[in-house]
Every structure is written in structure tokens, then in C-alpha cells.
T-cell receptor, first 111, second 115 residues
Framework: GNSVTQMEGPVTLSEEAFLTINCTYT??????LFWYVQYPGEGLQLLLK?????DKGSNKGFEATYRKETTSFHLEKGSVQVSDSAVYFC??????????FGTGTRLTVIP | NAGVMQNPRHLVRRRGQEARLRCSPM?????VYWYRQLPEEGLKFMVY????????ESGMPKERFSAEFPKEGPSILRIQQVVRGDSAAYFC?????????????FGEGSRLTVL
């Protein structure tokens, strides 16, 4: 079956620190992989995505590389800002099916 | 192009009442998905609908919950005889036809509180 295992939080970092949030997956077939972000009181916004092995998704300084050999899609950012404080969700989708989400990782960035 | 529109944004119901949550997908999108998010938890899939059809309802509780996506008008998630455990944020997402495994576009959610 399909599942996503995501690094548990919460994660607290100082501004300008390096961020890694781990995500591994199990899937039938060849999934597309996504990172969504949820700011307080809001819905989910797509942060980045990758649709095939070795693709790198990037947006707003965040990056993640689709690693088929390790079934991973870890999220990284070189220098976080206070405005990056949010909950981050890793997700996968195979074919025209629903998204399977990880449990989410809450990030707090302190000045 | 308006995004996915959900209403109401906040809904308060007493135990035993009915809750109706509405979702208008993005223009041109004919696929709708409903998810539930309990406090401090991730999103759990509930149901996937296309116009006039339920495609996958494997995440829907067997009782009290139903969903529809009529030919005209928004998709509706209906919860009958609500209980305190139904208190959650309900998110709707949509996608266009034939998109395969692309992204889903989410609304801002409807937050249900059951007193």
C-alpha cells in the first residue's frame, strides 16, 4: 500500500539555521511526491513537487530531491526565516488517486 | 481564477445536529477530495468524487457521513447527528480531469466545533 513516514516534530530553529525534515515513503507504482505547507489558521499550499526519480523540486529557498533508491524526499533549506514557521506535510500520489499525507512537522523559527 | 472555495469557514453545532460543509472547486476542475484534520494531527483522506459519482469513499466513516458532488453546484459533505469527536477542520481539494498524479489544490478549510 501507500504510506508516508515523516520526521516528527516539533522542530525549533534559530533564524538562519539549516533545516532538514526527513520524509520516506512506501508506494505501489511510481508516485509523484509533494511538500505542502500550512500556515496557522490556513489551508494547505503546495511548496514543491517532483514527479520522477532524481527530480529536484524547489521553491522559496526550499529543496527536495526524489530519491528512488532510498524512497526518500527530504525537505531542506539553507537558511530559515521566522516567516517559515508553519507545519510541513510530505505527501505522495499515484495515478489519479488521492494524496497520502505524512503526519506533519511543526517548525518554529525564533529570531 | 478563484481558488477552491469552502464555506462556512467556521461552524458550531450542538450534539445531535447536522453539519453541511460546501466546497466549490477551482474553475475547470471536476475532481473533488475531502480530508479531515483533527487538532494537532495530519490530514486523513475521506472521499474522492467526480461529478455525480463517488470514486473512492474508503476513508469515510460508515455511519452519519455522506458526500455528494452534483452536476450543478458545490460538493457537500454532510454529517448527521454530530458528536464531539467530529470537531475538526475539514479540507476540500480539487484537481482538473486527466491530470494524473499532479498536485491537488486546497481550500482554506471549514472548522467544525461540536458543543
Amino acid at each position: 500500500g501507500n504510506s508516508v513516514t515523516q520526521m516528527e516534530g516539533p522542530v525549533t530553529l534559530s533564524e538562519e539555521a539549516f533545516l532538514t525534515i526527513n520524509c520516506t515513503y512506501t508506494a505501489t507504482g511510481y508516485p509523484s511526491l509533494f511538500w505542502y505547507v500550512q500556515y496557522p489558521g490556513e489551508g494547505l499550499q503546495l511548496l514543491l513537487k517532483a514527479t520522477k526519480a532524481d527530480d529536484k523540486g524547489s521553491n522559496k529557498g526550499f529543496e527536495a530531491t526524489y530519491r528512488k533508491e532510498t524512497t526518500s524526499f527530504h525537505l531542506e533549506k539553507g537558511s530559515v526565516q521566522v516567516s517559515d514557521s508553519a507545519v510541513y506535510f510530505c505527501a505522495l500520489r499515484t495515478g489519479a488517486n488521492n494524496l497520502f499525507f505524512g503526519t506533519g512537522t511543526r517548525l518554529t523559527v525564533i529570531p | 481564477n478563484a481558488g477552491v472555495m469552502q464555506n462556512p469557514r467556521h461552524l458550531v453545532r450542538r450534539r445531535g445536529q447536522e453539519a453541511r460543509l460546501r466546497c466549490s472547486p477551482m474553475k475547470g476542475h471536476s475532481h473533488v477530495y475531502w480530508y479531515r484534520q483533527l487538532p494537532e494531527e495530519g490530514l486523513k483522506f475521506m472521499v474522492y468524487l467526480q461529478k455525480e459519482n463517488i470514486i473512492d469513499e474508503s476513508g469515510m466513516p460508515k455511519e452519519r457521513f455522506s458526500a455528494e458532488f452534483p452536476k450543478e453546484g458545490p460538493s457537500i459533505l454532510r454529517i448527521q447527528q454530530v458528536v464531539r469527536g467530529d470537531s475538526a477542520a475539514y479540507f476540500c481539494a480539487s484537481s482538473p480531469p486527466g491530470q494524473g498524479d499532479g498536485e491537488l489544490f486546497f481550500g482554506e478549510g471549514s472548522r467544525l466545533t461540536v458543543l
